[in-house]
């Protein structure tokens, strides 16, 4: 038996309303809010992601304490979790590296903030990835403008990271 291709009514028709709907938007076009099965997912999936926020609090802490953090963090985040990440970054920074010539801390890359006297260390990017990356994938790594007002350094440099837990 040989086939024979056939032109369908119902096929000719769905081409038509979908002609007509992409000129009109009549039909499909309910709203101007979205979905509520939209709305729905976006709250279940936010219920359901495992994230966490480190804004600026893990230069506080020395090698040791940096290390025991990141055990905990990875311990805490479920697979596929994501992790924001802030803090100081000395790639290109003048007044970073100001301070740590003026007020070195006690190892490498801290120093101690000459106002409130605390040891603050500032990361380098491979430093960073060093650490991060046997345990997440590196989305975004966007570091800040270099601060420079009247042609001096007055304003530390942050990086910002997201970054999704790797599976193990």
């Not at 000129?23 to 936010?46: I, N």
Request: hydrophobic letters at 35%.
């Amino acid at each position: 038996m040989k086939f024979k291709p056939q032109s369908s009514k119902k096929g000719q028709n769905s081409k038509s309303f979908w002609d007509k709907e992409y000129k009109s938007s009549e039909h499909l076009t309910l709203s101007t809010e979205p979905s509520g099965d939209m709305v729905k997912f976006c709250h279940w999936a936010e219920r359901n992601s495992e994230w966490l926020l480190d804004m600026m609090t893990s230069h506080f802490l020395n090698q040791e304490e940096r290390t025991k953090y990141l055990a905990e963090v990875v311990r805490v985040l479920k697979p596929f979790g994501w992790l924001f990440f802030k803090s100081f970054i000395i790639d290109d920074d003048k007044h970073a590296e100001r301070l740590l010539k003026e007020n070195p801390g006690e190892e490498e890359g801290t120093y101690i903030h000459p106002k409130i006297g605390v040891a603050e260390h500032v990361w380098t990017e491979e430093e960073l990835r060093t650490y991060l990356e046997p345990h997440f994938k590196i989305h975004k790594f966007m570091m800040s403008h270099k601060h420079i007002k009247d042609g001096k350094a007055w304003k530390r440099r942050t990086v910002s990271i997201y970054a999704e837990k790797k599976r193990v």
